[in-house]
């Protein structure tokens, strides 16, 4: 190895014209063409893009493991100025892990199973730095600390099953620090966890950046992210790179027509179902051996102008004037970046009707057998306490909590999969409450349907996608014959927005957002009247997103169909929601319209939740409010108010009512409900979270 | 744990009776105890004669009744003669019968006779036992770690030549059964007329006429080498290709999993990968397929210690089923049922010290 000092003011990392294929049986698919990016020392890059844009593929590429059929075909990657594409797999193996280090998308299967978090931890300076084995555990100690864990003896003595899914991610973050490396590759850190617990990782990201000078490369499909930890981002679009500059100018003058197209599809503050509705990006993203001639984007353009754009690839132009902008486009100088967007019709707005489903007092208990060893003593998972709300007739009610907060379990209480422990659930002045699903008859099981959270799991993959519709069809007893079913099938397929061909497809010829579409189709199939969709959108890309979405308000408007919209995503939510309900540890903490809910006072938990969203939007001031610890367990929830752990208005609250009591519904005016103790002095002293920036 | 263990012990003993007593039900039907009453008296009795020899015997009793004698948690039968001594289970012929103990069965370690060997079973059991043991053991010895090894080296980088060329001899050693791959051993080894042996002999490097031995009689009282290499490697070679198949699957299973990947980008060295990281995770599945061999060996003993005359457990078994030898058939069974159990114990505990995150409950 040459080990020349590295001067400090050259890039850590340079990209230049990287080309990566994967080769198959059949063809070579180009996965990365003509990428280049650079980034300092100390500087953070983002990479953002849809799913099988070839982000991922770039960071493996850096790593150099792209397995067996992955080859880089052109191009050079430059770490330090030594390129790591002519580098023996052992100048590799010294780099990889003390180097650059890489934190990945899901923490729990990255970690080994079977290896004590401290073994796994203590083994990178021990590879590296040749470190024995007591001091390279101290170490592991010392780092699990500054990744704010708490009891780090407990924790390094773990297993990795034993952790939450924010602290494995935090012994993930610690593992890659584990030998100060110059470089830290971060694939989707924080998309397999919750708001709060991704704020909190954030947070510790970028003040370990700072701590430790450390460059990194932040991989990411939530532009709100990118725009909180990076200081520079490449936007990428299938296998290229499509603009790429400072974080704050690409958001505010974005110079290619994906970047303003991705923008627009995303809902921001300020966004309305009705009066501001989003855009999707119309067509599909082209699959690697099928694009187009030009320029990729074409296609899915507004721009777009035939014999030009798509005459011959397109190279990257500087944007003059500014700080390392470039863009992919051959027209940017000749679009108007200030036009507003192109007036869709906004829509009514649809009348709320008479009340659809009620829910008293309704309560869920699971019984889970306690001890290690199944010796007798069992213990109660509270996962639905005192519920009570109603939904109205074509209604969007939006549930809104972590994961374990009991939004899951309430839809299937509805649904009929469980039965309540307690309390009533009367749809259309028929009480289901104790009614399994096998016992319901069929205009009940079909006036409630479900849309589901994955379209890759929920169609069943050996039956085309027509007569997975006519299934449903025939088991809500709809139409009398054969022909009328496959009829009333078309009809559903054009209700969705899908072409009729599609009816002959197998769902694995689709793609997330099409499979979606079906699932939608089947709910629908026996004229539902009440649809619970359980984050829906939340499995597809932003721009498929918007147009699923757009979809089920359309099919709402027209069917007046209540939708209980349940998500961990505030901002979708905030779009499309008329009434929103925010659930804590089985508990309602806060009920009321969407205004009411978005604007102060606010429910402490809501406050945090609010701030831990990410806005992609450079105007937007946020106050940070990061919750420390995770949910505790619904097995042994704390006493008195369930969120009195996390709760930075605790002391707020005389006599230390919230550790003894639990807090009463305070119902505020508008018929807002706030389940907490603080008096409505305190209440009305809150600041909103989210402030627009006076221009 | 101890309450697990308790609970499994338990789940066990009832498994060990239902099993025995249906054993039981067909060692007993009446043909086979004709056929009893035939060999043990006179091959030449009436009708008659059977069914008198039959209850004067004590089996004329209900099924039931005759299976909670032979546990040992019913008294055993009795009868006066004609003659005015008594005969009954536990009174052995020409003793006292007041100082007879009332019950004699399994429980009081009273296995019975044996009507071809005529010693008490326990003895041939313990005899047969102990010669399959060493057999076992060295079967363990040679199979466990070759196939493991196989499997691991195989299943590290799926599809490489190496993978490809040990798979291919895997399935092959698989799928000849032990009856072919003894003849084949033998023909090749341990002939004088055939295979390796005249050759070897021709050149004067073997002083015998065989370089192995074609038979095992002589390792009940010496092992060797010579004479004990061909039964250990016609039992190992079938079970290797089978548990390498398992380990490879587990093991490329393994290789393609996250945590790997970080490994090998934390810096971690190849070799260090495959030992200290899927090694252990990839053991996981084998290991109840190892565990599953000890009562699959068992069956595969009756065949070799058949072919090359080893007088073990196998060898017993063969014999007594052949001569209609029903006690100590009925212990035959009542040791291969514990044996099974035993070892899926062992295998359930086993697992939970190999995968952290199974608890027992």
Known sequence: MTDQPWDPSKPILEIENLSISFFTRLREIPAVMDFSCTVMAGESMGLVGESGCGKSTVALAVMRDLGKNGKIVGGSIRFKGRDLTHMSEEELRHLRGSEIAMIYQEPMASLNPAMKIGAQLAEVPMIHQGMSKDEAWKLARQIVADVRLPDPDRILNAYPHQLSGGQQQRIVIAMALMSKPALLILDEPTTALDVTVEAGIVDLVKDLGHKYGTSMLFISHNLGLILDVCDRLCVMYSGEAVETGNVREVFDKMRHPYTQALFRSIPLPGADKNSHPLVAIPGNFPLPHERPQGCNFGPRCDYFQDGRCNAAEVAMSTVPGNDRHESRCLKWQEIDWDAPVKAKIAKEKTPIGRVVLKMADLKKYYSVSGGSFGSGSKKVVKANETLSFEAREGETLAIVGESGCGKSTFAKVLMGLETATSGSIMLFDENVQSTPIQKRNVDTVSSVQMVFQNPFDTLNPSMNVGRQIIRALEIFKQGKSDEERHARMLELLDLVKLPRAFAERMPRQLSGGQKQRVGIARAFAGGAKVVVADEPVSALDVSVQAAVTDLLMDIQRENKTTLLFISHDLSIVRYLSDRVMVMYLGHVVEMGTTDQVFQPPYHPYTEALLSAVPIADTKVIRKRIVLEGDIPSAVNPPPGCPFQTRCRWKSQVPNGLCDREMPPVQTLEGGHQIKCHLSADVLATMEPVIKTAAE | ?361
């Open chain 2, 1 to 361: 744990m101890l309450y697990f263990i308790l609970r499994r012990f338990g789940v066990m003993l009832l498994t060990a009776l239902a099993l025995t007593f249906i054993v039981f039900y067909l060692t007993n039907l009446p043909p086979n105890l004709e056929k009893l009453a035939k060999s043990e008296a006179s091959a030449r009795m009436t009708d008659e004669d059977v069914a008198s020899w039959i209850e004067k015997n004590g089996y004329a009793t209900p099924v039931l009744r005759r299976y909670g004698e032979w546990l040992g948690v019913m008294p055993g039968w009795t009868m006066l003669q004609e003659d005015g001594t008594t005969r009954g289970r536990c009174i052995a012929v020409g003793s006292d019968p007041a100082a007879a103990p009332r019950f004699c069965g399994l429980v009081q370690g009273t296995w019975g006779k044996s009507t071809v060997f005529k010693e008490p079973v326990q003895k041939i059991l313990g005899r047969g036992l102990s010669q399959t043991a060493w057999l076992m053991l060295a079967v363990m010895l040679v199979m466990v770690p070759t196939s493991l090894l196989l499997g691991v080296l195989s299943g590290m980088r799926e599809g490489s030549k190496l993978d490809r060329v040990l798979s291919t001899i895997a399935i092959a050693s698989t799928a000849t059964p032990e009856y072919v791959s003894g003849v084949i051993l033998v023909a090749l080894f341990a002939s004088a007329t055939a295979g390796l042996s005249p050759i070897l002999a021709d050149w004067g490097w073997i002083s015998g006429k065989t370089l192995f031995q074609g038979t095992a009689t002589s390792a009940m009282d010496d092992i060797t080498f010579w004479n004990f290499a061909l039964p250990v490697a016609t039992i190992a070679l079938y079970g290797i290709g089978y548990i390498a198949r398992m380990t490879r699957a587990s093991m490329t299973e393994v290789m393609t999993q996250q945590y790997i990947r970080t490994a090998r980008l934390k810096g971690v060295a190849f070799r260090d990968v495959i030992l200290r990281h899927a090694l252990r995770n990839a053991l996981i599945a084998p290991f109840t397929v190892i565990m599953l061999q000890f009562p699959w060996l068992l069956n595969g003993v009756v065949i070799v210690e058949t072919l090359f005359n080893y007088k073990g457990f196998g060898w017993t078994l063969v014999q007594a089923a052949g001569n209609n030898d029903i006690e100590l058939l009925l212990g035959c069974s009542v040791v291969a049922v514990l044996v099974v159990l035993v070892t899926q114990l062992m295998s359930d505990i086993g697992y939970v010290f190999l995968n952290p995150r199974i608890r027992l409950s």
